[in-house]
């Protein structure tokens, strides 16, 4: 795990909330979550369901690509590893994406997807995430910018190919490593190593 502040950040002391597309209220009795796509058994889970799942806490910075960093966040959630790997991945699959209440995509390579960091997350703090936060759930991988951590998640579809989400069609990038500065599409920053979306270990 890399510590400390990735190139081209800086820490700040507040969360800025972002909501492209508005803030939905979500009803915790009738939510649930699918995994869709190219799996052999698709599923649904309860937030309650998804609560007793919810193995990993821990302790990671969060990184917006608009260069605010929000240190030390303690978070809680579920491996997204286990939810991808109880459907039984279907071997043509590349990449993931997150489908959310709000009409908002982002999309993921399956690779970073079941990274042992890569959680759906229920709490953050300790407590549920709040309404503007993103609950009931919101995936959030380490090591790729916030915008990849889709608030109001209800479905996670795994892909053969790449296709753009909400902030993709703008320009910015397809994976969004924050060590690499993925920032843009076609960017290839001062600190990126060339990523292979090729050979895949299986789930
Ligand atoms: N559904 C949805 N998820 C989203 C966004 C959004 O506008 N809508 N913004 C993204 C961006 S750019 C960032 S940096 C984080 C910010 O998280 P926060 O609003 O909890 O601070 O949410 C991400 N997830
Ligand atoms: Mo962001």
Not at 24 to 30: K, M, S, V, W
Not at 73 to 98: C, H, Q
Request: aromatic share 14%; with cysteine.
């Amino acid at each position: 795990m890399k510590e400390g502040l990735p190139p081209g950040q800086v820490w700040a002391r507040n969360w800025v909330i972002y909501a492209a597309l508005g803030i939905p209220r979500i009803d915790p009795e009738t939510w649930r979550l699918k995994v869709s796509g190219l799996v052999e058994k698709p599923a649904e889970y309860t937030y309650y369901q998804l609560e007793d799942m919810a193995t990993v806490r821990y302790v990671r910075h969060f990184h917006c690509v608009t260069k605010w960093s929000i240190k030390d966040v303690e978070w809680t959630g579920v491996p997204l590893k286990d939810l991808i790997s109880n459907s039984l991945v279907k071997d043509e699959a590349r990449w993931v994406m997150f489908h959310c209440a709000d009409g908002y995509t982002a999309p993921i390579p399956l690779e970073d997807a079941i990274h042992p960091d890569a959680i759906l997350a229920l709490k953050i703090g300790g407590e549920p995430l709040k309404a503007e936060q993103g609950f009931p759930a919101r995936p959030f991988i380490p090591h790729l910018y916030g915008w990849k951590s889709a608030k109001w998640v209800t479905e996670i579809e795994l892909l053969p190919t790449y296709v753009d989400g909400y902030w993709e069609m703008y320009g910015y990038h397809e994976r969004g490593e924050v060590w690499g500065e993925e920032r843009f599409k076609g960017m290839v920053g001062k600190h990126s190593r060339r990523t292979s979306y090729g050979i895949l270990p299986k789930v």
